[in-house]
């Protein structure tokens, strides 16, 4: 009834209890972190370090890519580096924003895109380099030219380190056509999009897992929410994507902050993640929407008159 199997599995009971969580204390974090310049902005700049070093650490000996720490094969080897990726992507956005000088927020978006590379997460590394993109964007003419010369350095080193580096994932961004993950997630998302036309307004709630999928075989993508919470979600979604780049974009045109640019990174990546490679369950955005809802706040005239 309602496109809701009859029997459920715990695990999809499971998921959505945790999405929940996610989402609300994502939203929370991002409506009140605030960084210092000493203690937040150090403490997260710790974290990154630490992360760096631990990756950095842990490199194959066949190939430049960081090593599965915890010896997991298959769907759980994919989430050791994708947690180890995700934490780390959204600590280096907050301190590219938060820092005062360009040549240390290019310094910090290097090192994140290198970091990233070795890990081999495609979509964070994406997210990361559209951050840049976007420094690039808002900043002087004078920075552009460092940002180019950066990303230049860049390229040049792939180019030459190419025997080296030719077992790295993110290579495989340059020839989909060929990725086995992506034949993969094609096929998810054609089922999925069967589920979504069989019962458009409700979806298949729980139906990767009702139907023998498996946990992780959703839709790739913001389709995701159509096919397990239905059309009403799944348009309360897009809309809250939509708001919140056309909140974070005209926040920096009025007037750049820390805080506005933080909040720019992070929809615009988390915009662009949701579009081509990250579901539903990806909790992240509800980070960006928290920062959102705290630029509203502060650009409201009665916050500023009560104050």
């Known amino acids: 009834m309602f496109g809701i199997p009859e029997i459920l599995n715990d695990s999809m009971i499971g998921a959505s209890s ?12 991002g409506a009140t972190v605030t960084l210092g310049p000493r203690l937040g902005y150090g403490a997260l700049l710790c974290s990154m370090i630490v992360i760096a070093v631990i990756v950095s650490m842990n490199i194959a000996e066949n190939g430049f890519q960081f090593v ?60 990361m380099l559209l951050v840049l993109m976007i420094l690039g964007a808002i900043s002087r003419a004078s920075a552009k030219l460092g940002i180019l010369i950066a990303c230049g350095a860049g390229v040049a080193l792939v180019v030459a380190q190419g025997d080296l580096i ?10 989909l056509t060929s990725d086995t993950s ?22 298949e709630y729980g139906g990767h897992v009702h139907w023998g999928e498996g946990l992780g075989t ?23 994507m939509i708001y919140g780049m056309y909140v974070a974009i005209r926040s920096v045109a009025r007037r ?43 650009s409201d005239p009665r916050v500023s008159e009560d104050d």
């Open 182 to 203: 992506t034949h993969s997630r094609q096929a998810m998302k054609e089922l999925g999009m069967q589920a979504i036309a069989s019962d458009p307004l409700f979806g």
């Open 18 to 29: 945790r999405l929940l969580l996610l989402y609300v204390s994502s939203f929370i974090l």
């Open 166 to 175: 030719s077992d790295n994932r993110i290579l495989t961004l340059f020839d």
């Open 256 to 298: 750049r902050t820390m805080a506005s640019e933080a909040c720019l990174y992070v929809m615009s990546s988390s915009v662009l993640l949701a579009l081509f490679a990250k579901s539903v369950f990806w909790f992240m955005p509800a980070f960006g929407w928290g920062m959102v809802y705290r630029l509203l706040v502060e």
């Open 68 to 127: 599965y720490m915890t010896g997991a094969k298959g769907a759980n080897a994919a989430a050791s580096y994708q947690e180890m990726a995700r934490s780390f992507l959204y600590p280096a956005i907050l301190l590219v924003a938060y820092s005062k000088f360009l040549p240390l927020k290019l310094a910090i978006t290097v090192t994140a895109l290198f970091v990233l590379f070795l890990i081999g997460a495609r979509s964070e590394f994406v997210g």
């Open 218 to 240: 959703y839709i790739h993508d913001l389709f995701s929410t159509w096919r397990q919470y239905g059309f009403v979600a799944f348009a309360a979604y897009v809309w809250l």
